[in-house]
């Protein structure tokens, strides 16, 4: 092979690992708003959840109080995969972040 033709092999090569990795994947496309997830608002107050029950508190340097809630009654679905639980965390009593939790196989 001359060093042209492996040039432009490997520039092909290149461009075309490019083109692929640039393409997004998408697991599960969720609708909706940004900041919300099955009604759940994020910075929502936590008054705005009763139905959710205290797993843990803790703080931090930075947090007064962070708390990790969940719905026992809840079996959150997404696409018709249903996950094991959903955890809701509150900073300051708003809503931070939710985890949800699956075990494979």
Do not use: C
Not at 9 to 26: D, E, K, Q, R
Not at 51 to 77: A, S
């Amino acid at each position: 092979m001359t060093p042209m033709l492996a040039k432009i092999l490997g520039s092909l090569v290149f461009a075309m690992g490019t083109i692929v990795n640039v393409a997004p994947s998408y697991a599960v496309r969720i609708s909706g708003e940004l900041n919300e997830f099955r009604g759940y608002k994020m910075e929502a107050p936590l008054s705005a959840y009763p139905q959710l029950r205290q797993v843990k508190t803790w703080n931090t340097d930075f947090v007064k109080e962070v708390g990790l809630y969940e719905n026992p009654q809840e079996i959150p679905t997404i696409d018709g995969v249903a996950f094991d639980k959903a955890q809701y965390r509150f900073a300051d009593s708003k809503l931070e972040s939710i985890n949800l939790s699956f075990e494979g196989r």
